[in-house]
């Protein structure tokens, strides 16, 4: 029997990310090539004709898996019956503006959206923000949407996982696909911890710790770890526009594994809702390694942390409290 449409929500849509994002939606990539999607798209006001011709192109592509296009600059309508939001609109910093300029401008975006799906989005709603800063406009829609659970709620470090990955297979020459377990700690932020302690190649001779074939600690933890938290710069340095396709491609794996479960004995990056696991403060939303079954995460408990990562999560958690703090001062 056929499986019913999952309404997929995409704010943004007609940016950037949103752009790349919503034919992988439609072509199967973030819900299984079997689940038709019905997409809901929102964008502001000036971007209304631009998102429209999203919609026509959507149209003109004949996914298989499409069963219908809405685009909107009404949230309520956006909203309505969603079981996946991807939050990708957001007020970005612009030259000159303070932090707490650009988190003021998004506390006020965020709390819309958030009573709009706390109103009217499906029963058991699962929210990715993609937004910047995603950790604190996580909570902040956390907020506004009270009956949302909180372990529906959840921001993108995937990105950040990804290209730890895609670091390190570069570095040894592997294909990105035998490289596991690398952890994004924290915040997507320049302050976030990319770490391979716990990471491992698939080799002809079994699984071996990157550390172990790496075999340079310097490198490890040094340029790995700018390269990793200095990306999205690098790219826009390279690019004049920031990361769209790879950001879009890791919404798609951060909601896949979410819904239909990761590999036995991988796990992932994703910003969650602390419970104080690794001593980091509960009630921020932090990057955690987790694992995924029956459309739910698990935080990976028990694995050894040295002084020096320690270090890192514990600078990490500094800054999203700090970030926190900032956000509810906007609040008033």
Known sequence: MAKQPVRVLVTGAAGQIGYALVPMIARGVMLGPDQPVILHMLDIPPAAEALNGVKMELIDAAFPLLKGVVATTDVVEACTGVGVAVMVGGFPRKEGMERKDVMTKNVSIYKSQASALEKHAAANCKVLVVANPANTNALILKEFAPSIPEKNISCLTRLDHNRA????????????????????????????????????????????????????DAWLNGEFISTVQQRGAAIIKARKLSSALSAASAACDHIRDWVLGTPEGTWVSMGVYSDGSYNVPAGLIYSFPVTCRNGEWTIVQGLPIDEFSRKKMDATAEELSEEKALAYSCLS
């Open 165 to 216: 990955l895609g670091q390190i297979s570069e570095r040894l020459k592997v294909q990105v696909c035998d490289v596991k377990n690398a952890i994004i700690w924290g915040n997507h932020s320049s302050s976030q911890y990319p770490d391979v302690n716990h990471a491992t190649v698939k080799t002809p001779s079994g699984e071996k710790p990157v550390r172990e074939l790496v075999k340079d």
